[in-house]
């Protein structure tokens, strides 16, 4: 009993202390130090080791600093300063890589900076962290893809982070370097202050002429330069298109081998430039131009042979120098430089020497030059001579003579239909009908009774309501190889009561009607001004004037002087015409552009309606075409 009671009496005396044991612990807390205070520590004595050699030296040391912010974190993992303790961490693990090479510290280097991205998406050290790791992955791993999915990130998630800039330069260069695919962020589809895409290139070809076409999706400014061959590399011609990006599967070889182009050879050759490669094989000149909505750079490139039948040397004569046109005796070459081959790129093999070479970078206003790779000699065809004396035959009843198609009874085996406009480009519209849709049907009228009456084959540029660029028309033809090239359209007026069909061939003209309905069907490829000279100079180097001109006539007098019993239509003659339309620019045979009738008049707008003036006048342009035909193939009796 007595030891009970001297206990119960020394728990008794303890009682009155236990109020003061519970204060101090109360006050221990408030006087602890707090996490930001801690944090400061941690950052001074990491300073420390990265500026003290002797403390830097040990390794046991750079541990202890990764201690003092990993227990600051797991103290308190909501805390402020808890994105930066794990941004630290991150840090100091890469830092301890590249002084001790042990392949644990890189490890939790990735894991710490990974965490700092997830954890905290929106503190101002996640882009930051999202960098250290594609610098880890790029420089210490040598992963070049996943690299790019950490800049990738940066360029998607933390667009107005200042880590920004950095990770879309690092993506040009991995996408050059390596073929790695830029986010679509990166990538302007309306030309605007980023990167335009490049599309893949379209060409045309046949014997002696070849169409090129580069597609972008905005105005972009762009070079050409021209390489003549040396020992180890081709003839070839380059352009550059500046704030540039070509998707990398678009990024291959495209052999054309048609004896003026080997290939064609795209690529990112440099991370805001795209460069296209001609390598040639044997040409005699190109034209390079840009056309705008969409915007496309157009290569026309020609043969050495444009005559391929020997003439008589009576008939052929060579064309004094003051016949040449002003525009030919201002055409360029530029100076070329021999390559380094050490230097290689994805897309060619350039000296830097050619880089610096004389050439213009075009802005969008101003064109490309036109270069002459080879002086072409020039001939004019004169008319044969009437011989003095003639036995036995006749003189041939012809007010003019004969044309040069006529005298070589050339024929007619192949002809192309051109419905105008299309897709995006509706044409004239009145009365709730739209030209494109109208003329197409015509089109396919026309094209099966061509074939089955004058036994040629028939290609339309457009089977169905697709788009198609003027120029893409006309290089469809001469790639097509074909002997006539036939426009359809429908024409409007301001005023309604203007009605009637005109047929037109391709020439200047003065006449103020003619140059409205040119400036309408010309509208969706406007050239730039500078571009007027080599325009005119194209239009007037055209031999096929003469040969339109006489198709245009057959084909409109057919139409309009046909048998009234076969329709009881009426058609306003409004004539046959010249203009200077820029789809009939280039054809390489006889073309012309028929406006069918006036969408803005009620009277044409009910023939159009009408199935039977669609028959009748397809009748009538296909016996125009035969009266062509047959007066091309005349023969002398």
Same mark, same amino acid.
């Given at each position: 009993m007595m030891r009970l009671a001297v206990l119960f009496l020394f728990f008794w005396s303890l009682l009155p202390s236990l109020p003061a044991v519970a204060q101090l612990t109360d006050d221990s807390k408030d006087t602890a130090p707090s996490a930001a205070r801690l944090y400061e520590e941690a950052k001074f004595f990491y300073n420390q080791l990265q500026s003290d050699a002797r403390l830097s030296s040990?390794?046991?040391?750079?541990?202890?600093?990764?201690?003092?912010?990993?227990?600051?974190? /797991?103290?308190?993992?909501?805390?402020?300063? %808890?994105?930066?303790? /794990?941004?630290?961490?991150?840090?100091?693990?890469?830092?301890? *890589?590249?002084?001790?090479?042990?392949?644990?510290?890189?490890?939790?280097?990735?894991?710490?900076?990974?965490?700092?991205?997830? !954890?905290?998406?929106?503190?101002?050290?996640?882009?930051?962290?999202?960098?250290?790791?594609?610098? @880890? *992955?790029?420089?210490?791993?040598?992963?070049?893809?996943?690299?790019?999915?950490y800049?990738?990130?940066?360029?998607?998630?933390?667009?107005?982070?200042?880590?920004?800039?950095?990770?879309?330069?690092?993506?040009?260069?991995?996408?050059?370097?390596?073929?790695?695919? !830029?986010?679509?962020?990166?990538?302007?589809?309306?030309?605007?202050?980023?990167?335009? *895409?490049?599309?893949?290139?379209?060409?045309?070809s046949s014997d002696n002429y070849t169409r090129v076409v580069i597609m972008a999706s905005g105005p972009v400014n762009y070079k050409e330069i021209l390489l003549e061959e040396t020992a180890n590399t081709p003839r070839r011609l380059y352009i550059d298109f500046k704030k540039s990006y070509i998707e990398p599967q678009y990024r291959a070889p495209v052999p054309i081998d048609d004896g003026l182009l080997k290939r064609i050879r795209t690529g990112?050759?440099?991370?805001?430039?795209?460069?296209?490669v001609l390598d040639i094989e044997s040409i005699s000149s190109y034209k390079i131009y840009s056309l705008p909505d969409p915007f496309r750079v157009v290569v026309d490139v020609r043969g050495e042979k444009l005559v391929t039948t020997p003439l008589p040397a009576a008939a052929v004569a060579p064309t004094p120098a003051s016949s040449v046109p002003s525009s030919e005796a201002t055409i360029k070459t530029p100076q070329t430089a021999a390559p380094d081959s050490s230097n290689t790129v994805a897309v060619a093999t350039v000296s830097s020497s050619a880089e610096k070479a004389p050439t213009k970078i075009n802005e969008p206003s101003t064109p490309p030059e036109i270069v002459t790779l080879r002086e072409t000699r020039k001939f004019t065809i004169s008319p044969p001579q009437k011989?003095?004396?003639?036995?036995?035959?006749?003189?041939?009843?012809?007010?003019?003579?004969?044309?040069?198609?006529?005298?070589?009874?050339?024929?007619?085996?192949? @002809?192309?239909?051109?419905?105008?406009?299309?897709?995006?480009?509706?044409?004239?519209?009145?009365?709730?009908?739209?030209?494109?849709?109208?003329?197409?049907?015509?089109?396919?009228?026309?094209?099966?009774?061509?074939?089955?009456?004058?036994?040629?084959?028939?290609?339309l540029?457009?089977?169905?309501?697709?788009?198609?660029?003027?120029?893409?028309?006309? %290089?469809?033809?001469?790639?097509?190889?074909?002997? =006539?090239?036939?426009? !359809?359209?429908?024409?409007a007026h301001p005023s309604a009561k203007v009605r009637g069909l005109e047929t037109y061939f391709l020439n200047l003209t003065t006449n103020a009607e003619a140059m409205r309905v040119a400036a309408r069907e010309n509208a969706t490829s406007t050239h730039q001004m500078s571009e007027l000279q080599d325009i005119l100079a194209d239009i007037m180097k055209n031999s096929k004037i003469d040969e339109s001109s006489? =198709?245009?006539?057959?084909?409109?007098?057919? @139409?309009?002087?046909?048998?009234?019993?076969?329709?009881?239509?009426?058609?306003?003659?409004?004539?046959?015409?010249?203009?200077?339309? *820029?789809? /009939?620019?280039?054809?390489?045979?006889?073309?012309?552009? @028929?406006?069918?009738?006036?969408?803005?008049?009620?009277?044409?707008?009910?023939? =159009?309606?009408s199935p039977g003036f669609l028959e009748s006048i397809c009748r009538e342009i296909a016996e125009g075409v035969r009266s062509y035909i047959n007066d091309t193939s005349a023969q002398l009796r």
């Open positions: 040990s390794r046991e040391n750079w541990l202890k600093g990764t201690r003092n912010f990993r227990r600051i974190y /797991l103290s308190n993992p909501k805390a402020d300063v %808890a994105p930066s303790c /794990l941004f630290i961490l991150g840090r100091i693990y890469s830092e301890m *890589y590249d002084r001790f090479q042990n392949g644990l510290d890189l490890d939790e280097a990735i894991s710490y900076y990974q965490q700092t991205s997830r !954890l905290f998406p929106q503190h101002r050290l996640a882009d930051d962290a999202l960098m250290a790791l594609g610098q @880890i *992955y790029l420089d210490k791993r040598s992963n070049p893809p996943k690299a790019a999915e800049f990738s990130e940066i360029v998607t998630s933390h667009p107005n982070g200042d880590m920004l800039p950095s990770a879309e330069n690092l993506l040009k260069v991995l996408s050059q370097e390596h073929d790695i695919a !830029l986010p679509k962020v990166m990538v302007s589809a309306s030309g605007d202050s980023k990167l335009s *895409y490049v599309l893949p290139v379209k060409y045309w990112q050759f440099s991370p805001d430039t795209v460069r296209v011989p003095a004396q003639v036995a036995k035959v006749e003189p041939i009843p012809q007010s003019k003579p004969l044309s040069l198609a006529q005298q070589l009874g050339l024929g007619v085996k192949k @002809i192309v239909l051109d419905p105008g406009h299309g897709g995006k480009d509706p044409g004239a519209m009145a009365f709730g009908m739209k030209e494109k849709d109208i003329v197409l049907d015509v089109a396919k009228r026309l094209a099966p009774m061509l074939a089955k009456e004058l036994g040629c084959e028939v290609v540029t457009r089977k169905d309501d697709t788009f198609i660029s003027l120029e893409e028309r006309t %290089a469809l033809a001469n790639t097509n190889n074909a002997d =006539l090239f036939i426009s !359809l359209h429908l024409n006489r =198709l245009a006539q057959q084909v409109h007098n057919s @139409i309009i002087t046909k048998d009234d019993k076969k329709s009881s239509v009426d058609i306003k003659n409004l004539g046959v015409k010249q203009a200077p339309f *820029y789809v /009939l620019i280039g054809a390489q045979m006889p073309a012309i552009l @028929i406006e069918l009738a006036f969408l803005t008049n009620d009277k044409d707008v009910e023939n =159009l309606k």
